[in-house]
């Protein structure tokens, strides 16, 4: 049966009949090639299903016939927001031009979840609290969001507690655990309807069973009746009989702008999808593969194909856009000129190998990057989540230079790992030299060791640091001997600290992948050694002396009074001093307040310092600014003053650390 009427006019599809075209794996409904993937977050999907619900009209979806007499190739439309390649044209007859995103989300919510589903769609059936008349009762949870949306942390300890353990391992059957805290009474959509559908009455058992005993909407016979006939709600749908490619990539690019936006990046992955198919799939591969790290978008790895192609000419693409791709497709029959075939062998298997020279150069450039424990706890490599922060022209010089290496030496890793901290602590400018200097150096195939040095002499010459690279001696004499308190000496100073951490943060934390999880999600906190609480006036100014109000700001949020702590522990802190967070005390006495401590491998006092970055010779200075008699009584200048000597020492002490673990003095050498 088809699945609408093939004539020109409009007309409809059920929510069941879009679902089940997508879900069945027939490939009946396919994307053009040029199609991006998903757009959508998760509360765009949300509100679509309240849309649905409430019987609201949600747009209509754009059909063209497939032509089973073309070689095309087409994309499977998958939930999962990722869409493969296929050539399989004969099975499809209908390729969706517009409202991806839609069908995407009707797809995800008659799903049923199995194992390695990365999204799962519930209902809330419970009773509403009457605060909120628009309040949505659909909620996704997600791979990056596994407790649902705007889930507080005491929402996901709460979950955490439910399921008897005390962190949420992120794999295949993490969705199978998980459910959306903010819901009431949640059940999973697919589920309750196949339910509704087979006429069981049987919903209670769908519930999670921390939450069986919540309070059930009052009306819940009309609730599921309409649920129910969600699977009915009809989409209108217009369709197209046998236009060209051409044609709808023009139709496609019209109907974007009413939509959400596409990027100039993705406006040229677009169109070269439309000329090579296959580079959806080999990007794709490179950023779904985990020993790439998934630093860099899908835009962001074509972005460097072109780069890498353009410095074949001797030239360079800062940025991509659709006077770039008409650049690159007028030269396609110039020999030696920057082209797509050049893009193709960048990113193409080649002869004996699996990967393209793209894909293998990032695996190298993360491998350099990354923290290495088998080095030992000198390593200077970084942790994980600095490594995710890396700006996108970071990752591209570096793998400019990888690409022709197979393996990166000792001293070549660390000039890269110099290069990368050079330009996340000493600059902020986006300056195209900035971009395109290390790029162009890093890219020569004469260089046998990474060009860091050269790239820093580069930046210097052109004014490029803020602030300048300087010798731990003086970074300290600025910080401590200044007049009045100072951090911000270089960029982004609160992730050296989590570098000086990197050890225990391997530690404690040897899965986590920061690219996969949202920002909401992160397994530690930044934690301020000594409690903001502890100098919070309430409003109230105090009798203190003027030197409090003038250093409480600037030292109470100086990178030198935080560290990244486990959130578990973190919050258990709450308030304490030093002494109750085991910082203070005996170094062989027993860490014994939090019982979390000992999983993270925090046995004793001397262990929680060391896990903090605290040394032995500034223990004094945090011992007097603790005061641990009484917490909030600033009254003696000399507390405040130490508090400042300690945050100061800290930061110099990591500072110098960071200077000589990475040999930087190498640099500033005549």
């Known amino acids: 049966m088809p699945l609408f009427s093939m004539e020109r006019n409009p007309d409809s599809?059920?929510?069941?009949?879009?679902?089940?075209?997508?879900?069945?794996?027939?490939?009946?409904?396919?994307?053009?090639?040029?199609?991006?993937?998903?757009?959508?977050?998760?509360?765009?999907?949300?509100?679509?299903?309240?849309?649905?619900?409430?019987?609201?009209?949600?747009?209509?979806?754009?059909?063209?016939?497939?032509?089973?007499q073309t070689d095309q190739t087409y994309k499977?439309?998958?939930?999962?927001?990722?869409?493969?390649?296929?050539n399989q044209s004969g099975q499809t007859q209908f390729i969706l031009i517009d409202g991806q995103q839609r069908s995407r989300a009707v797809a995800l919510g008659l799903k049923p979840w199995q194992i390695g589903d990365r999204a799962r769609l519930w209902v809330d059936l419970g009773k509403a609290d009457g605060t909120d008349k628009q309040a949505n009762r659909f909620y996704i949870c997600s791979l990056r969001k596994p407790w649902g949306t705007r889930t507080t942390d005491a929402m996901q300890r709460e979950g955490l507690k439910a399921l008897q353990i005390t962190e949420l391992a992120?794999?295949?059957?993490?969705?199978?655990?998980t459910w959306p805290m903010r819901a009431?009474?949640?059940?999973?959509?697919?589920?309750?309807?196949?339910?509704?559908?087979?006429?069981?009455?049987?919903?209670?058992?769908?519930?999670?069973?921390?939450?069986?005993?919540?309070?059930?909407?009052?009306?819940?016979?009309?609730?599921?009746v309409q649920l129910r006939k969600t699977l009915e709600y009809r989409i209108p749908v217009y369709l197209m009989e046998n236009p060209g490619m051409d044609d709808l990539g023009v139709i496609f690019e019209r109907l974007n702008k009413q939509g959400v936006p596409m990027s100039e990046e993705d406006r040229f992955f677009s169109a070269l999808k439309m000329i090579w198919p296959q580079a959806h799939d080999l990007v794709w591969e490179i950023h779904s593969d985990p020993e790439t790290g998934r630093a860099l978008s899908p835009t962001k790895i074509v972005h460097l194909a072109v780069r890498l192609a353009a410095a074949e000419d001797n030239s360079d693409e800062l940025s991509l856009s659709a006077a770039t791709f008409k650049r690159f497709v007028r030269r396609q029959d110039q020999p030696g000129k920057a082209n797509l075939d050049i893009i193709r062998s960048l990113l193409e298997?080649?002869?004996?190998?699996?990967?393209?020279?793209?894909?293998?150069?990032?695996?190298?450039?993360?491998?350099?990057?990354?923290?290495?424990?088998?080095?030992?706890?000198?390593?200077?490599?970084?942790?994980?989540?600095?490594?995710?922060?890396?700006?996108?022209?970071?990752?591209?010089?570096?793998?400019?230079?990888?690409?022709h290496h197979e393996i990166i030496d000792t001293p070549s890793r660390l000039e890269m790992?110099?290069?990368?901290?050079?330009?996340?602590?000493?600059?902020?400018?986006?300056?195209?030299?900035?971009?395109?200097?290390?790029?162009?150096?890093?890219?020569?195939?004469?260089?046998?060791?990474?060009?860091?040095?050269?790239?820093?002499?580069?930046?210097?010459?052109?004014?490029?640091?803020?602030?300048?690279?300087?010798?731990?001696?003086?970074?300290?004499?600025?910080?401590?001997?200044?007049?009045?308190?100072?951090?911000?000496?270089?960029?982004?100073?609160?992730?050296?600290?989590?570098?000086?951490?990197?050890?225990?943060?391997?530690?404690?934390?040897?899965?986590y992948d920061p690219t996969v999880f949202a920002g909401q999600d992160l397994p530690y906190d930044i934690d301020h050694i000594i409690p903001t609480a502890h100098l919070d006036m309430r409003g109230r100014r105090y009798n203190w002396p003027q030197v409090f109000w003038d250093y409480r700001s600037a030292v109470q949020q100086s990178p030198g009074n935080m560290r990244f702590w486990p959130k578990s522990l973190n919050r258990a802190d709450g308030k304490n001093t030093l002494q109750a967070k085991h910082i203070l005390g005996p170094a062989d006495g027993p860490a014994d307040g939090n019982p979390n401590l000992a999983r993270y491998g925090l046995t004793c006092v001397e262990d929680v310092r060391k896990g903090s970055v605290i040394s032995q010779e500034d223990l004094s200075e945090w011992e007097l600014a603790t005061n641990q008699r009484d917490v909030y009584n600033w009254s003696d200048p000399k507390r405040i003053l130490a508090f400042r000597r300690a945050v100061d020492k800290r930061r110099s002490t990591i500072y110098q650390d960071f200077f000589n673990r990475l040999d930087f003095k190498e640099w500033l050498e005549k």
């Open 349 to 403: 298997p080649e002869n004996g190998f699996s990967s393209g020279r793209i894909h293998r150069g990032l695996r190298l450039v993360r491998q350099a990057l990354l923290f290495n424990p088998t080095n030992g706890i000198d390593d200077p490599g970084l942790p994980f989540p600095l490594v995710a922060r890396l700006r996108p022209h970071v990752w591209h010089t570096l793998a400019a230079w990888a690409i």
């Open 170 to 177: 992120i794999n295949d059957e993490t969705l199978g655990k």
């Open 13 to 68: 599809i059920s929510v069941q009949a879009l679902a089940e075209a997508f879900n069945n794996g027939q490939q009946e409904i396919q994307l053009p090639a040029f199609q991006r993937d998903a757009a959508w977050d998760e509360d765009h999907s949300e509100l679509l299903w309240d849309s649905i619900f409430r019987g609201f009209p949600i747009s209509s979806l754009l059909f063209a016939q497939a032509d089973p």
């Open 417 to 511: 790992l110099r290069y990368a901290c050079l330009d996340h602590f000493f600059t902020k400018t986006n300056a195209a030299l900035h971009r395109k200097g290390p790029f162009e150096k890093a890219f020569s195939r004469e260089a046998k060791r990474f060009p860091g040095k050269e790239i820093y002499q580069l930046f210097v010459a052109n004014d490029l640091l803020s602030p300048q690279l300087i010798l731990p001696d003086d970074f300290r004499t600025s910080v401590c001997e200044s007049p009045l308190p100072q951090w911000g000496k270089i960029q982004n100073e609160t992730e050296l600290v989590m570098w000086a951490q990197r050890v225990w943060l391997q530690r404690w934390f040897p899965y």
């Open 184 to 224: 009431t009474l949640p059940v999973p959509l697919a589920e309750i309807l196949q339910n509704l559908v087979s006429g069981s009455s049987d919903w209670l058992s769908l519930v999670p069973a921390s939450k069986q005993q919540s309070l059930v909407a009052e009306n819940i016979g009309n609730l599921l």
């Open 76 to 86: 499977r439309l998958e939930s999962s927001g990722i869409a493969r390649q296929t």
